[in-house]
């Protein structure tokens, strides 16, 4: 079984005032069961290096230095004290023109800078509408998985983009079917697939965690809104060690 996984991702979120939910969620839950990703602005990934949890970039440049002005290279995440970056969230894919080839890039450069990358995959409404879901993630997972993957370095996260903030979160089966589909497509590709953690994000919550982490092939959550505050976060780790 994947070691599971609860990441918290805090968006375009918080100020170094903020980082005293990263205490607040260290006297509960310092040493969890279960591993323990924040991923803070990359503003404040230096101030976060008291923390015993896992700090990751919510993004990075295909390259490791150069003139790009305003960007992260994975190698300055790592230097600053991550451990971890998201590649290919959906708000990056639709608000940055974000391909698949281009998440692959970043997915790499996070591995050739020692970083667990996050690669993150799912359907928008209409294409959960239009009954073509499953073809979607198919082709995501092709075209933005590195050759190189393996269960150390990558996790996968299914985040249906028609459930990112909105409330709405799939059902159980449908959850279960596109993770199962998923461990499927990996095991084609990874020898290691058993071992590839995936995550499922999309309006968890405190309240929908326990049966969201009961679904097979659900090894934990990436969490947004609900990851800002120790207060909403810690049931969701607890619900996690608990599954
Ligand atoms: P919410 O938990 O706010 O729906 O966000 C999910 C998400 O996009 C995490 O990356």
Partial sequence: MPRK??????KMNGQRANLVELQKLEDKHGDAGVDILICPPATLISGCEDTPFD????????????AHTG????????????????????????DHGETDAI???????AYDAGLIAVICIGETLAEREGGTTLSVIDTQ????????????????????????????????????????HI?????????????????????????????????????GA???GASLKAD??????????QA
């Fill in 55 to 66: 700090i990751g970039g919510q993004d990075c440049h295909v390259n490791q230095s150069g």
């Fill in 141 to 180: 997972l092709a075209g933005s998985i590195p050759a190189a993957a393996t269960a150390e370095n990558t996790v996968i996260a299914y985040e249906p983009v028609w459930a990112i903030g909105t409330g709405k979160v799939p059902t159980l089966d449908q959850i279960g079917e596109v993770h199962a």
């Fill in 103 to 109: 998440v692959a890039a970043k997915s790499q450069a």
């Fill in 183 to 219: 461990r499927k497509q990996l095991a084609d590709r990874f020898d290691d697939a058993d071992e590839m953690r995936i995550l499922y994000g999309g309006s968890v919550k405190g309240s929908n965690a326990a049966d969201i982490f009961g679904v097979p092939h659900v090894d």
């Fill in 71 to 94: 960007d992260v290279s994975a190698d300055m995440l790592a230097d600053a004290g991550a451990s971890y970056v998201l590649t290919g969230h959906s708000e990056r894919r639709t």
């Fill in 232 to 241: 909403d976060f810690s049931p969701i780790i607890s619900a996690l060690e």
């Fill in 222 to 224: 990436l969490v947004g």
């Fill in 5 to 10: 996984l609860a990441a918290g991702n805090w």
